[in-house]
């Protein structure tokens, strides 16, 4: 069985790529000839992390200047490869693009795959629905939130966000190393981020909020984990504010256990989510997390996540400075075995994927 991967928005160590490796990562390989398209100019670790796993990755970028190029490309390709699925992931309707290509070069099954609970192009969403609904043969989302918002009333299928429990659960041998690597001191609260730089993730809001916190004359530090777009816009917004001693850019950062494991509270304002991936994550970790009201309460499976308004910085520093310590061993396994109950733990749900690409191919074949 042959099937291609499309994340549109091209790929990165995000939470698209993130999702689409770990799920790869436990599926039987063996039994599926699986590649990759990268929409973007791709980093070398990125491309060879896929390729380690057997996992072909093919190139074609998707420039909004030279539409017509990539998809004459991308056409190609799929006529040479004939591929039995394409499994597209977005969050709108220009997933229609790669879905019309995929049906015009006879691929039989076509996923989309709803990641988001809203968009950035509204007006070309809207133009493009009708067509979009004709040209998929299977919808999917990682949330009831991200279904609705784009599949409306119509049947979709849900495909959890699901992690590896071993990767992300507490490791105090781990948060000691990295600590002292950061020049951490016992007291000294670890505030941490992570998430692409854009308009989305809403950094600003965190160098706001640690402009607030740093006149308390608290021992804390933020640290910010990602690249993007506007990664060197907030480096000159911190620079501007004076808060180079206070928030640390980390880049992209690849052992999350540690990096978890070594803070106190971790923070995502988002002004949108489909279903964060780093929310699992740190629920599994057993860190003390909180996060923006516009992210889907379909992500909090524990008492360790707070959900607080982003019109509200208040109440964001209010429960920073009443953190209060906890046995995050402990923690850490009990919200492990309550994630299990909600269908998170990717060793088990990755049968589920492996069944709905065994049924579609049954299917059209």
Not at 57 to 84: C, G, H, P, Q, T
Not at 332 to 352: C, F, P, T
């Amino acid at each position: 069985m042959k099937i291609l991967h499309i994340p549109t928005g091209g790929l990165f160590s995000d939470g698209i790529g993130t999702f689409i490796y770990s799920y790869l990562e436990y599926m039987d390989l063996n039994k599926y000839d699986v590649t990759i398209l990268a929409t973007n100019p791709l980093l070398k670790s990125d491309k060879e992390k896929f390729e380690y796993l057997g996992v072909k990755v093919i190139e074609i970028e998707r420039k909004k200047s030279n539409l017509s190029k990539y998809i004459y490309k991308l056409k190609k390709l799929m006529k040479k490869e004939k591929f039995d699925i394409i499994h597209v992931h977005g969050s709108s309707a220009l997933m229609s693009i790669e879905l019309l290509t995929a049906k015009i070069a006879g691929i039989p099954v076509r996923i989309a795959h709803s990641h988001n609970t809203t968009c950035e192009h509204h007006k070309l969403d809207k133009l493009l629905r009708p067509i979009f609904y004709r040209v998929y043969t299977q919808a999917c989302a990682c949330s009831v939130s991200a279904g609705q918002w784009l599949f409306e009333e119509k049947n979709y299928e849900i495909i959890h966000n699901a992690r590896d429990v071993n990767k992300y659960q507490y490791d105090a041998i781990k948060r000691k190393k990295l600590r002292e690597e950061l020049l951490l001191s016992d007291e000294t609260i670890a505030l941490g981020h992570v998430g692409r730089f854009n308009t989305q993730k809403n950094q600003r809001f965190l160098v706001s909020l640690m402009e607030r916190l740093v006149i308390k004359n608290i021992d804390l530090k933020l640290f910010l984990v990602g690249t993007g777009d506007t990664l060197e816009e907030i480096k000159k917004l911190v620079i501007q504010k004076k808060l180079e001693d206070n928030i640390v850019f980390l880049g992209q950062f690849d052992d999350m256990k540690s990096f978890v494991s070594s803070m106190d509270i971790m923070l995502l304002p988002s002004l949108y989510e489909g279903l964060p991936l780093v929310s699992v994550e740190w629920q599994i970790n057993g860190v003390k997390s909180i996060l923006s009201d516009r992210v889907t309460q379909e992500c909090i499976y524990t008492e360790t996540v707070q959900q607080l308004s982003i019109d509200s910085m208040e109440l964001w520093e209010k429960e920073i400075l009443n953190l209060s310590t906890s046995d995050r061993e402990r923690v850490s396994l009990q919200n492990i075995q309550l994630i299990r109950n909600a269908g998170y733990d990717i060793s088990l749900e990755v049968k589920e994927i492996e069944e709905l690409y065994n049924s579609l191919y049954d299917i059209a074949n």
